[in-house]
Nanobody, 115 residues
Framework: VQLQASGGGLVQAGGSLRLSCTAS?????????MGWYRQAPGKERELVATATSGGITNYADSVKGRLTISRDNAKHAVYLQMNSLKPEDTAVYYC?????????WGKGTQVTVSS
């Protein structure tokens, strides 16, 4: 399974970006779990948001109310709408998908928020 993320870029504080990630390849599991993680320079990778195939979502406290995750199960795709972006949202964003102990990672897309 390959995860291809897109949509990162440079935006001013208060702006918006939309990340997309699509899974391709030999998808033999349900990909029940899809989501986004991020890693800022000098920091550990952290959860941003996840969504199950049944629509259950989970967000980091720092992004609640500003970032929204959604899925298109038929397309094996997950999206992250990012509004009211802050400089502290600057990081490489990684797409994640899996089911149970099986986890796949995308290569990441850079998001830079200028003040």
């Amino acid at each position: 399974v390959q995860l291809q993320a897109s949509g990162g870029g440079l935006v001013q504080a208060g702006g918006s970006l939309r990340l997309s990630c699509t899974a391709s390849g030999s998808i033999f599991i349900s990909l029940n779990r899809m989501g986004w993680y991020r890693q800022a320079p000098g920091k550990e990778r952290e959860l941003v948001a996840t969504a199950t195939s049944g629509g259950i979502t989970n967000y980091a406290d720092s992004v609640k109310g500003r970032l929204t995750i959604s899925r298109d199960n038929a397309k094996h795709a997950v999206y992250l709408q990012m509004n009211s972006l802050k400089p502290e949202d600057t990081a490489v964003y990684y797409c994640n998908a899996g089911d149970g102990p099986i986890t796949y990672w995308g290569k990441g897309t850079q998001v830079t928020v200028s003040s």
